[in-house]
């Protein structure tokens, strides 16, 4: 079974610039996460997608940051414009939360800002 | 919400000696307590999980004890080997995994 697909792994941008994610879940996964990982911290949750519904947006800075989750499937994470403090690792998650909680994490993409 | 605090952060171990990392959380309606471990670079990995209704789950050499009155739990690992070596997050949630808390890790090291 295919794993939690994320690219870039890597992306350097220049402060202002915009920068966009990107997000496979497992097959048959109907809840997706969307996390940032901070140098030295757990991940914090930034959108919650039950299908193609944004279940919980509480913590998404949204004057910046958007996402999107068509078809209930794909999923992008986009930050227009991106700050000097959005450098960090932007996880992905999946899980089936009718059968399990297990959340199963993709590689990431470690995004610097300079 | 719900607040999760994880000691010790960093942890030095003797190859076959057992680690303890523990983690305690606010939220009384928390009842979802998993583990992951996370090697440099890669993807956090789930090891173990509890929920509120047991007390202990064991799974080889890795354990997790649960004390909801008290509302810590934590992760124990014996006869350690170098492939150890991690970064372990602890993280608690409500029933149904809708949103997870997680604690600020704990790099163990395990020395050969």
């Known amino acids: 079974e295919a794993g939690v697909v994320q690219s870039p792994r890597y992306k350097i941008i220049e402060k202002k610039q915009p920068v966009a994610f990107w997000c496979n879940p497992i097959?048959?996964?109907?809840?997706l996460y969307w996390y940032r990982q901070n140098l030295g911290q757990g991940p914090e949750l930034l959108i919650r997608?039950?299908?193609?519904?944004?279940?919980?947006d509480s913590q998404l800075p949204k004057d910046r940051f958007s996402a999107e989750r068509l078809k209930g499937v794909d999923s992008t994470l986009k930050i227009q414009p991106a700050e000097l403090g959005d450098s960090a690792v932007y996880l992905c998650?999946?899980?089936?939360?009718?059968?399990?909680?297990?959340?199963?994490f993709g590689p990431g993409t470690r995004l610097t800002v300079l | 919400g719900e607040n999760v605090e994880q000691h010790p952060s960093t942890l030095s171990v003797q190859e076959g000696d057992s680690a303890v990392i523990k983690c305690t959380y606010s939220?009384?309606?928390?009842?979802?307590f998993p583990w992951y471990k996370q090697e440099l670079g890669k993807r956090p990995q789930l090891i173990i999980d509890?929920?509120?209704?047991?007390g202990e789950k064991k799974d080889q050499r890795i354990a997790v004890t649960l004390n909801k009155t008290a509302k810590h739990f934590s992760l124990h690992i014996t006869e350690t080997q170098p492939e150890d070596s991690a970064v372990y997050f602890c993280?608690?949630?409500?029933?149904?995994?809708?949103?997870?808390?997680f604690g600020t890790g704990t790099r163990l090291t395990i020395i050969p």
């Open positions: 097959s048959g996964h109907n809840t």
């Open positions: 998650a999946s899980s089936i939360r009718q059968v399990s909680d297990t959340q199963y």
């Open positions: 997608y039950e299908n193609e519904e944004a279940v919980d």
């Open positions: 993280a608690a949630g409500p029933f149904g995994n809708e949103k997870l808390t």
């Open positions: 509890i929920r509120s209704n047991v």
């Open positions: 939220d009384s309606a928390s009842n979802y």
